[in-house]
């Protein structure tokens, strides 16, 4: 009912920026937060970012001061601009959305298929 499409991945050098889209369509009422997480190689996922319908945000310490994460209400899509990028920073990044379906109006929890973000020199 409802689809995330991620774009904006690929291979950056240390210090360098990047900027990940994630455009949800489908059957949409509403949309509550929206976020970005990741994964590396051998790790859990975790939050990197989230923003409420409303603007507030909120930020894993790890990128506190270096990414920023927005959204468009009025297109359904969340940015997360990523600046002085680490090798650290290396993984699949996610994007999710907690969506209010058409059919239901219940909320549902959806997530991207990933988009590959590698910080190397």
């Known amino acids: 009912q409802v689809q995330l499409v991620e774009s904006g991945g690929g291979l950056v050098q240390p210090g360098g920026s990047l900027r990940l889209s994630c455009a949800a369509s489908g059957s949409i009422f509403s949309i509550y937060t929206m976020g970005w997480y990741r994964q590396a190689p051998g790790k859990q996922r975790e939050l990197v970012a989230t923003?409420?319908?409303?603007?507030?945000?909120n930020y894993a310490d790890s990128v506190k001061g270096r990414f920023t994460i927005s959204r468009d209400n009025a297109k359904n899509t969340v940015y997360l601009q990523m600046n002085n990028l680490k090798p650290e920073d290396t993984a699949v990044y996610y994007c999710n959305a907690h969506v209010i379906v058409v059919s239901t109006i219940r909320e549902y929890n959806y997530w991207g298929q990933g988009t590959q973000v590698t910080v190397s020199s």
């Open positions: 923003i409420t319908s409303g603007g507030s945000t």
